[in-house]
C-alpha cells in the first residue's frame, strides 16, 4: 500500500516528442505527488508537483496530469530537448509527521536530437 | 548558496571498516533525511530526523546508524559495512511544513568490497 510504481524503466524519444511517464499508487491517504528530475551525478531536485483536488498541473513544458478515481498520475514532456535527458521520478507522501516521500523506480529519459 | 553538501562523494572500503558519510546543510531546515538508490528501486528512505536529537528508522534502516547533535549536520554511519550496502546514497533537508521541497545533496557513491 505504501508503494508508487512507475513506467516506462527507460524512454527513447526524439527532440520535439512529448514523452509520457506513468505513476500508480494504493494508498489513498497521499496527498502530495511531486515529480523530481536527476541529472547524471546529481541529487535529485524537485521539477513540479500536484495536490489531489486538482486534475492537471503546467509549469512551463511540464504537465502533471491526475487522475484520483485511477489513483493514476502522469508527467508529459512537451516539446522534449536533448537537455531534459535525466532520470525522472515521482513520489508520493501524506501529510502528518515528516511528510515521507515513498519514490517510485524511476525513469531514464534519453531525447536524441 | 543554498546547499546539501555530502562528502566524500566517492568511497571504496572493505567489509567491516567502519565509515561515516558527512552531509551538512545551510538553510537552517528541521528536517533531514538519508536515502540509497539502487537501480529498478527508486530512492528508499534510510532514516530521518525531525529535529536535533531527534531521529527515527525509515524503510531500511538496517546496518545503519545516525545522529542529529546539531541542526544543520547529520552523519550516517556504517558501522560494519557488507557488500549489500553498495549503493549511491543521498541526504536531504526540508523545512518543517506540509509537502516542503525536499533538497538532496550530490550523493555518495560508496562500494563496499
Known amino acids: 500500500q505504501q508503494q508508487v510504481k512507475q513506467s516506462p524503466q527507460s524512454l527513447i524519444v526524439q527532440k520535439g516528442g512529448i514523452p509520457i511517464i506513468n505513476c500508480a499508487y494504493e494508498n489513498t491517504a497521499f496527498d502530495y505527488f511531486p515529480w523530481y528530475q536527476q541529472f547524471p551525478g546529481k541529487g535529485p531536485a524537485l521539477l513540479i508537483a500536484i495536490r489531489p483536488d486538482v486534475s492537471e498541473k503546467k509549469e512551463g513544458r511540464f504537465t502533471i496530469s491526475f487522475n484520483k478515481s485511477a489513483k493514476q498520475f502522469s508527467l508529459h514532456i512537451m516539446d522534449s530537448q536533448p537537455g531534459d535527458s535525466a532520470t525522472y521520478f515521482c513520489a508520493a507522501s501524506m501529510a502528518g509527521g515528516y511528510n515521507k516521500l515513498i519514490f517510485g523506480a524511476g525513469t531514464r529519459l534519453a531525447v536524441h536530437p | 548558496e543554498a546547499q546539501v553538501t555530502q562528502n566524500p562523494r566517492y568511497l571504496i572500503t572493505v567489509t567491516g571498516k567502519k565509515l561515516t558519510v558527512t552531509c551538512s546543510q545551510n538553510?537552517?531546515?528541521?528536517?533531514m533525511s538519508w536515502y540509497r538508490q539502487d537501480p529498478g528501486l527508486g530512492l528508499r528512505q534510510i532514516y530521518y530526523?525531525?529535529?536535533?536529537?531527534?531521529?527515527d528508522k525509515g524503510d531500511v534502516p538496517e546496518g545503519y546508524k545516525v545522529s542529529r547533535k546539531e541542526k544543520r549536520n547529520f552523519p550516517l554511519i556504517l558501522e560494519s559495512p557488507s557488500p549489500n550496502q553498495t549503493s549511491l546514497y543521498f541526504c536531504a533537508s526540508k523545512p518543517r511544513g506540509m509537502n516542503t521541497e525536499a533538497f538532496f545533496g550530490q550523493g555518495t557513491r560508496l562500494t563496499v568490497v
Open positions: 538553510m537552517n531546515h528541521e528536517y
Open positions: 530526523s525531525m529535529n536535533v536529537e531527534v531521529t
